[in-house]
């Protein structure tokens, strides 16, 4: 993983980190199947974890049908969110930004699946 890069047009959003995962053999409800799913993500903030070990700090965020996880960090959105003092400050919240199924860098069912 590598840190995400500060642009200008991004005011105060704290540093992010991209990342992405591969899961084996992914079956639709469908019964379709691929034989590897990429799903990306990036995350802002640290996680901090309770006394079983389980991360108490996380918050998931999806981004609509038409977009992809950079909505949150291109637009005005990332200021306003996760700078600090503000309703998702990253340096109180671990935000997860995963790319959907069929969206940004995530695996798209249509490549391997043939629409």
Request: aromatic share 8%; proline share 8%.
């Amino acid at each position: 993983m590598q840190a995400g890069k500060q642009t200008p047009d991004r005011g105060s959003i704290p540093p992010w980190q991209d990342g992405g995962c591969t899961i084996r053999n992914f079956d639709f409800a469908s019964g379709e199947r691929l034989p590897t799913l990429t799903l990306a993500y990036s995350t802002l903030g640290t996680p901090e974890y309770d006394s079983n070990g389980q991360i108490c700090n996380a918050v998931l965020l999806l981004h609509s049908s038409t977009s992809s996880r950079l909505h949150w960090l291109k637009h005005q959105l990332g200021p306003p969110l996760f700078g600090d003092g503000q309703v998702l400050d990253a340096t109180r919240y671990f935000i997860i930004l995963p790319d959907l199924i069929g969206h940004g860098d995530s695996s798209k069912p249509s490549d391997g699946l043939r629409a």
